[in-house]
């Protein structure tokens, strides 16, 4: 089965300064998506960035980019410039490719405080 | 517009009451999704659907059951026999993901909360 662990249960960073969150999964598939979520007060849960474990390119969202690294089974998230809009829960998830592929497995979130 | 949209926002429920979660999409999704939320254990699957009329347990099925006679409505009924339903359940849908698709994420619903009283 599929697990994905994020080691950073709370995480802190200044205003307009970077902040790097980590995951990582375990999985024996070769395809697959990856992806981090962003969940504010709000709970909406908000899509940050996605990477397809098949690219090799790592998936960059204007401040927000990714670290994939396929053979360590790692993939962080870096905030570049970090706003105070930025404060949230974040969440790593996998999903696979082919077959029973609709499972989305998630980390237990980081949470992100920005300080002014 | 399109989206996923859960009712009711806030449910409170008496021991010993089932209790159902509407869960309704307009996004011509094929999967669904329902999660539960609790402080430091993340989203956690409680079921899924790809298709009408089948779905499968995830990782904490027990205590809940789940209907699909519709594409676009998957609603999750919480059962007197969960001992500790009080959470935040998030309902989801997606595309069925094939290489090079776009739009791979899922998408959520804003959410509901439920308490035990």
């Known amino acids: 089965a599929q697990t994905v662990t994020q080691s950073q249960p709370e995480m802190s960073v200044q205003e307009a300064e970077t902040v790097t969150l980590s995951c990582t999964y375990d999985t024996s598939e070769s395809d697959y998506y990856l992806f981090w979520y962003k969940q504010p007060p709000s709970r909406q849960m908000i899509l940050v960035i996605r990477q397809e474990a098949y690219k090799q390119q790592n998936a960059t969202e204007n401040r927000f980019s990714v670290n994939f690294q396929k053979a360590a089974k790692s993939f962080s998230l870096k905030i570049s410039d970090s706003q105070l809009g930025d404060a949230a829960m974040y969440f790593c998830?996998?999903?696979?490719?082919?077959?029973?592929?609709?499972?989305?497995?998630f980390g237990k979130g980081t949470l992100l405080t920005v300080n002014p | 517009d399109g989206g996923i949209t859960q009712s009711p926002k806030y449910l409170f429920r008496k021991e010993g009451q089932n209790v159902t979660l509407s869960c309704e999409q307009n996004l011509n999704h094929d999967a669904m999704y329902w999660y539960r939320q609790d402080p430091g254990q993340g989203l956690r699957l409680i079921y899924y659907s790809q298709i009408v009329n089948d779905f499968q347990k995830g990782d904490i099925a027990e205590g809940y059951s789940v209907s699909r006679e519709k594409k676009e409505s998957f609603p999750l009924t919480v059962t007197s026999a969960q001992k500790n339903p009080t959470a935040f359940y998030l309902c989801a849908s997606s595309i069925f993901v094939q290489k090079g698709a776009r739009d791979t994420e899922a998408f959520f619903g804003q959410g509901t909360r439920l308490t035990v009283v």
């Open positions: 998830a996998y999903r696979r490719l082919g077959g029973s592929n609709y499972k989305l497995t």
